[in-house]
């Protein structure tokens, strides 16, 4: 008897609707509200997952069986976003086999002595693999314009690169999502302090991390 995986809620595809942001058009960032709970309380959102688990489970077996095909996930977010625990709660249960998170931080000067694309393409994932960038190579876009760390005109041409990229990696088999995770500044500061005040995630504060914010 073939094994069908479950389908999605009806609910969850139309959030995603919502969210989407399609080719060619601005994200408008600024005229989304990010306490929108987009029609889920805490309850509905819980069983909601508990279905999307059972289906990606289903389909993360699949994926490594055939391995012809990869899936990014690039997740972006302000500071204190969450992505971290967006990272938990969506991927749990999932066989960590199959499944790789990488987080790129300051380049090492190994890294430094190549093109900034090249540390990141070492981390892609193979074929039958889900792999997911906390942070990414949009970093040597935004941090590095904003922190004035290139000329102008090296950063600029960064995005054309990216492009040509990511459309290479399509064409290879490898199916790129990507979600940007977004707090107002009113949340992110109540988020950032409680890092201070809490022993227990101090570590995650750096004073560095105001400059930006």
Request: hydrophobic residues 40%.
């Amino acid at each position: 008897v073939a094994r069908f995986a479950p389908r999605a809620p009806v609910k969850a595809w139309a959030m995603v609707e919502r969210l989407r942001v399609e080719p060619g058009s601005p994200a408008r960032i600024a005229e989304r509200d990010p306490r929108d709970t987009l029609g889920f309380d805490k309850p509905r959102a819980e069983e909601t997952l508990r279905s999307l688990h059972a289906r990606l489970d289903v389909l993360q077996k699949r994926l490594f069986a055939e391995a012809s095909r990869s899936v990014l996930l690039v997740l972006q977010g302000v500071d204190a976003s969450g992505k971290d625990g967006v990272l938990r709660a969506v991927f749990a249960g999932l066989s960590p086999q199959g499944c790789r998170v990488v987080s790129f931080r300051a380049p090492t000067a190994t890294e430094l002595a190549h093109d900034y694309l090249w540390r990141v393409h070492a981390h892609l994932p193979a074929r039958g693999e889900i792999g997911v960038f906390n942070r990414s190579h949009y970093e040597d876009i935004v941090t590095v314009g904003l922190g004035e760390l290139v000329p102008a005109e090296v950063w600029r041409r960064r995005p054309g690169h990216i492009r040509e990229w990511e459309r290479m990696l399509t064409q290879e088999g490898t199916a790129i999502v990507k979600v940007f995770l977004n707090v107002s500044k009113e949340e992110q500061r109540a988020r950032l302090q409680e890092r201070i005040d809490d022993p227990e995630k101090r570590w995650k504060f750096r004073r560095e991390d105001l400059d930006v914010h």
